[in-house]
């Protein structure tokens, strides 16, 4: 069993800044890919970045560049570094582990002036 708990998010103006941050329970936290969604209202969720148990990292087109997906084992948390965000970004985002069926609840994030 793992639960997942994302904060982190909230009202940004754009061009700002937020780090989400993803933490999960669970003894094999290690082994996992975690990757990011985000599901704008009415739609289905989007894959917008994930980080392997090696570290390596992949980034959907719309935020390469911007966004920054990294993890922490020893504290079993994924984080997001959202940078240069821009009003497209509002979404409630999520963590999961690839090929899982855990969800967490979400964090808002609204880019707005």
């Known amino acids: 069993q793992v639960q997942l708990v994302e904060s982190g998010g909230g009202l940004v103006q754009p061009g700002g800044s937020l780090r989400l941050s993803c933490g999960a329970s669970?003894?094999?936290?290690?082994?996992?890919?975690m990757s990011w969604y985000r599901q704008y209202p009415g739609k289905e969720r989007e894959w917008v970045a994930s980080?392997?148990?090696?570290?390596?990292?992949n980034y959907a087109d719309s935020v390469r560049g911007r966004f920054t997906i990294s993890r922490d084992n020893a504290m079993k948390t994924c984080y997001l570094q959202m940078n240069s965000l821009k009003p497209e970004d509002t979404a409630v985002y999520y963590c999961?582990?690839?090929?899982?069926?855990?969800w967490g609840q979400g964090t808002q994030v609204t880019v707005s002036s």
């Open positions: 669970g003894s094999i936290f290690n082994i996992y890919t």
């Open positions: 999961h582990p690839r090929d899982t069926e855990y």
């Open positions: 980080i392997s148990s090696g570290f390596r990292t």
